[in-house]
């Protein structure tokens, strides 16, 4: 079957909105977390989220919002467009031009597009307003593409002139991991090319507190503090918006086009936990199902794994049960596989978090380091075990584990191998 390589990334994230600057986050630590104005209110548990810099788009009128120069978007596209359409527009001419990629490579039955996010509460809330209170003729008639959950895919197909294949994901925050192995699939299959991954949120006032009501969210204030996944002090996530793309092609295409690849994506695998609506089973027993997957169809031993960028998000549950799934595929080489989340620098992005953390893997397979886990002062006992690094590691890595998880148990394990 065809290899598939990763050619092109873009970013609008907490902590940078291009290659270059979420590269040097990732290697300093830096993180993108602030005390968020809209939280500033004493009724409002939360404080702290991975706020996205450059952008405005407090108001629901597309024509208020503002973004950087460099991006010329046209106002009969930007109409029908919620927040995260407006950063995945942005993260896709960043992944179009990384990839340099033509109009024609772009737009042929060759080159598809699977989108993941939560659509926007946000406008959703604004357009059942704007209706019961102003009657259904005053409501816009772009209302319902720029707020329900595909309206990713919708306007992104629509804009770039996609003519392959396109689909929406839903699976909270697994979807734009499934995204990624359901499309290494059409390409080791033959359907497809090419792949745009995209994956996108909102982060604002909508799209995050109300994960504070099933208490989720950290409570702290610090901003330095408040995202410490495996910390025995950790109190819940960050949440955060943005957007990632990637473009992933088959080798056929590499070869054709002369570019350089970032990383190889050479399996996936996925499970379920079959446990509760909400919260990931203890033992972690369908994340290790969907990693030890993932390794088959990568013909990996768990001995040759260099490093997994866990999902780990900070949550007292989550973040055990994922270290229990690690113990159990990684047994004996359990130590020598460098374990981080990079949560505790961008916040958990939700469906945005497996397509931005396996761009977050690609690069440091490209440039050779493995980041450290930021915020990590004391281990959680139930931790213990994992080889946590604290900070960034510069050497070269081979092959790399990205675990995803959502809501159901639905579990997401893709393995990257470095391009030689």
């Known amino acids: 079957m065809p290899r598939v390589f990763i050619t092109g990334l873009g970013f609008v994230t907490s902590i940078g909105n291009d290659r270059p600057a979420v590269t040097q986050s990732l290697r300093e630590l830096r993180h993108g977390f602030e005390l968020y104005p809209p939280f500033l209110k004493p009724e409002i548990p939360v404080k702290v ?9 407090n108001s629901p009128d597309p024509e208020d919002w503002t973004f ?4 010329k978007i046209k106002r009969e596209l930007l109409r029908s467009m919620a927040p995260n359409g407006l950063f995945a ?15 024609a490579d772009v737009s042929n039955p060759g080159t598809g597009l699977y989108a993941a996010s939560g659509g926007s509460p946000y406008l959703t809330h604004h357009h059942h307003e704007r209706l ?51 499309a290494l699939d059409d390409l080791m299959l033959g359907r497809q090319n090419r792949m745009f991954i995209v994956g996108a949120e909102d982060g604002n006032a909508d799209a995050i507190l109300p994960f504070a009501g099933m208490r989720t969210l950290s409570l702290q204030t610090d901003p330095n503090i408040a995202s410490r996944p495996f910390d025995a002090a950790r109190d819940g996530f960050v949440g955060t918006g943005g957007a990632s793309v990637l473009v992933l092609e088959t080798e056929a295409e590499v ?7 970032y990383a190889e994506l050479i399996g996936w695998g996925q499970a379920s936990d079959g446990y509760n609506v909400a919260i990931s089973h203890p033992d972690g027993g ?28 900070s949550t007292l549950i989550g973040d055990i049960s994922e270290a229990r799934a690690l113990r159990s595929v990684f047994k ?45 002062t004391k281990v959680d006992p139930e931790c213990a075990g994992l080889n946590l690094p604290t900070s960034t ?28």
């Open 393 to 420: 590691v510069s050497q070269p890595i081979n092959i790399v584990v990205k675990n995803s998880s959502g809501f159901g148990g639905a579990n997401v394990a893709l393995v990257f191998k470095r391009a030689l």
């Open 332 to 376: 004996e080489s359990l130590n020598q596989v460098a374990v981080s989340s990079t949560k505790a620098l961008t916040g958990h992005g939700l469906s945005l978090a497996g397509a931005m953390e396996s761009a977050f893997c690609a690069l440091a397979l490209r440039d050779g380091f493995l980041p450290g886990n930021a915020h990590l």
């Open 286 to 313: 369908g994340s290790a199902a969907a990693m030890n997957l993932a390794l088959h169809a990568a013909r990996v031993n768990p001995s040759e794994v260099d490093y997994v960028n866990a999902h780990a998000t």
């Open 49 to 57: 989220v991975g706020t996205i810099k450059e952008f405005s788009t």
């Open 255 to 261: 070869l054709r086009r002369g570019v350089r690849p």
């Open 89 to 103: 527009h942005c993260a896709m001419l960043q992944a179009v031009a990384d990839a340099n990629l033509s109009e």
């Open 132 to 182: 019961q209170k102003m009657g259904v003729m005053r409501c816009s008639p772009l209302g319902i593409v720029a707020s329900i959950v595909g309206t990713l895919n919708f306007n992104l197909v629509a804009a770039f002139k996609i003519r392959g294949a396109s689909c929406g994901f839903s699976s909270a925050c697994a979807s734009s991991a499934h995204a990624i192995g359901f």
């Open 68 to 71: 950087p120069n460099r991006y």
